[in-house]
């Protein structure tokens, strides 16, 4: 069985066009992974039949002697809440557990047209609500590093199948930390780029003015080359400005001499763990001895983005999962109901989990009359600041470096009974949602217990190639992208 659990997108499609193997090699070995790997419990569903048919494709191209786009024939996942026509949607709530979509996401089509081969769903926090992917209603899912352990979430799924090397990529979301902080957990690289550079259409909606579309992958230039395909206007996503599509890999090789690396001193304080801390800080010190310049910077009003995040996100949430009453679509109770709002309560609260009712619950609250001015609108003005401290910070500095999560990945069960101590986990990646602009986590150690610990890069506005470039001369300098769990 072919492994190729050390191959990179480039390494991949290079051995397709040299005859080294096949797709149906390379699916062969996804599935084969998927299967003696399954107690990570990182899908929901598998697309083999449809895999099987591109894969069929593909081969038959690739032997015709046509040319093929670096992403066909490599196998990648989807976060369960990307739609994908005919396949199961669930957003890991029995609400959706049953959900056939009738169309494709734009990211999806886009992905289509470059002959990517999607082999299946990841598992996630239900309805991208949690951080530890311990609320999907088809279980946990572990961490490939240790199976006690959380991968982080909402896009945990697709964190651990990279790490566990399943497949090449998958695309996750990222409302408050949700691929970054699971790529930290997983010593993976997860990339969220700025707020209406990828299309959110067709995908299941959290809080819409948060939401990002990202890939979690093995290394940073495979990140660059889905950013190739995924990222540019899309006339079904309002939210998008009409910026065109850069080559992100084109700067990857020009390195960070002469950059100054600022340094924000609030994500180095109490609440973040000290070997964390430490790791951190030598990766900062490599990338000194690559050429930057570090520069402490503050940024004040990070420490009002957890308060803002679960302010407007839950206000956000509710309005959006409104729609799922069981009428149209949805879980639908079995029964004799006295009229629609017995029936409405019986469809949400046999579907919901306590985690989306607490949100929901919350949510309504911050936009009822009399309250929406108090909370949901003050929280929005209080990010307006945020906003604002970054811009006066990329003044001084190119991009700023800190650590992705406070802590390495923690136990199952440890922090689920404790929703303020869960929520606490994305406080160093709520700042940058909050401000729309891109960030990256990336490997840069292991603490003492063997976990894996992620430096978050972040930058201006869509300076997307920026911040990769300087996550890829980092990592290019280290090994810590070539280690992988043992499965």
Avoid at 55 to 84: Q, T, V
Avoid at 402 to 420: Q, W
Wanted: proline share 5%; net charge negative.
């Amino acid at each position: 069985m072919l492994d190729f659990n050390n191959m990179t997108i480039t390494d991949a499609h290079e051995g397709l066009k040299a005859g080294a193997f096949s797709v149906q090699d390379l699916l062969d070995a996804s599935l084969h992974r998927i299967e003696e790997s399954k107690d990570l419990n990182s899908f929901i569903s598998i697309t083999k039949e449809y895999a099987t048919e591109r894969a069929a494709l593909l081969d038959a191209k690739i032997s015709n002697g046509d040319d093929i786009p670096i992403l066909a024939g490599i196998p990648l996942a989807l976060k369960d809440l990307f739609n994908m026509k005919g396949s199961f949607t669930t957003s890991g709530s029995l609400m959706l557990a049953n959900y056939k979509s009738p169309y494709d996401a734009s990211v999806v089509t886009k992905l289509k047209e470059v002959d990517a081969l999607i082999v299946g769903k990841n598992n996630m926090d239900e309805f991208a609500c949690g951080v530890s992917n311990e609320t999907s209603y088809f279980g946990p899912v572990l961490n490939p590093w240790d199976k006690t352990r959380v991968p982080g979430g909402s896009s945990g799924g697709s964190a651990a199948a990279v790490a566990a090397g399943q497949v090449f990529y998958a695309l996750g979301t990222d409302t408050g930390g949700s691929i970054r902080q699971p790529a930290s957990l997983c010593g993976v690289v997860g990339f969220k780029p700025s707020y209406g550079r990828v299309s959110r259409f067709g995908v299941n909606a959290m809080a819409s003015s948060w939401d990002h579309v990202g890939p979690i992958t093995r290394t940073v230039k495979d990140a660059a080359l889905v950013m190739n395909v995924i990222a540019g206007k899309d006339p079904y996503d309002a939210t998008m400005p009409d910026r065109p599509v850069l080559d992100y890999t084109a700067e990857l090789d020009d390195g960070i001499s002469g950059m100054t690396i600022g340094v924000p001193k609030e994500f180095f304080e109490e609440g973040v763990d000290e070997e964390v801390q430490d790791i951190v800080r030598s990766a900062l010190k490599e990338c000194e001895a690559l050429g930057a310049t570090l520069k402490e910077v503050s940024l004040p009003m990070m420490k009002y983005g957890v308060a803002i995040y679960y302010v407007t996100t839950p206000g956000e949430l509710s309005t959006n999962l409104a729609r799922l009453d069981g009428v149209r679509f949805g879980y639908k109770p079995e029964g004799e109901f006295k009229n629609i709002h017995e029936y409405y309560a019986a469809s949400r609260g046999d579907s919901f989990g306590d985690e989306i009712k607490r949100r929901t619950m919350i949510g309504t609250f911050v936009l009822s009359a009399g309250y929406a001015d108090a909370y949901y609108k003050q929280a929005q003005r209080v990010r307006t600041l945020v906003i604002e401290d970054f811009a006066r910070v990329f003044k001084e500095v190119d991009v700023l470096m800190a650590p992705s999560s406070p802590t390495v990945a923690f136990k199952i069960g440890e922090k689920l009974d404790d929703p303020l101590a869960m929520y606490m986990c994305d406080v160093l990646t709520i700042p940058a949602n909050a401000a729309g602009i891109p960030a990256i986590s990336i490997p840069c150690g292991f603490n003492s217990e063997g976990l894996p610990v992620g430096l978050q890069i972040m930058g201006p506005q869509f300076e997307e190639s920026l911040v990769l470039k300087v996550a890829y001369t980092y990592e290019q300098a280290t090994k810590w992208h070539k280690l992988h769990p043992e499965i």
